[in-house]
């Protein structure tokens, strides 16, 4: 598994990303779900800045009826809901697991603090997206899927340094191209009353 950080100048600058003129195609709604506890969600984790609560578990799977591909190399990557929503979000971390077969659904581990701590309190919601690529063009730059490959999103996923991090089940269900992963961004993010004490904050307020 390699595993790429990619410091984002949007946070530095305010994040107020302008949609591409492009992207006018209605997203797909995420129909994956969070589930309560997962046996894919008891593995022992270690947190870059010393908190298992920024550490996502969880399980990929392609939905039954899907069809297409099977194998590739599954992209996964956790952006910030806050802007960007056109282009998959605010790139925050990424990850990647080489070579896998979704015959049988495949355990995940994410890191958020790998890409500096940005707790919820501080930067709102995410969105998990999930590609399983099959030409090696998913990148920080490129977080939206080719018509045909196996995607799924989940969205407004909360990770606090207060709460125990979710467990994510994923479902790889939508092969429609960039409107699997895009969505609309919110409207705004409030930093909330506690503080976590980020690395970078998104929030107003």
Partial sequence: ???????????????????????????????????????????????????????????????????????????IALAHEAYAGATGGGYHIDTVLSGVDLTEPVPFMLDMCDGGAMWSEENCTYSLQVILDQNGNQSPDNLLPDPGEPSGRVGEIRVSCAEDAPCLDVVLDCTEGPACARFTELSSCSCEASTCGSDFALCNG
């Fill in 1 to 75: 598994m390699t595993l790429r950080i990619y410091v984002l100048a949007a946070v530095l600058c305010g994040c107020g990303d302008t949609p591409p003129d492009e992207a006018t195609e209605a997203p797909v709604e995420p129909t994956t779900t969070e589930t309560a506890s997962d046996p894919a969600c008891d593995a022992v984790v270690t947190s870059a800045c010393g908190d298992p609560g920024s550490v996502l578990q969880g399980t990929i799977r392609l939905a039954a009826d899907l069809g297409g591909p099977t194998t590739g190399d599954l992209y």
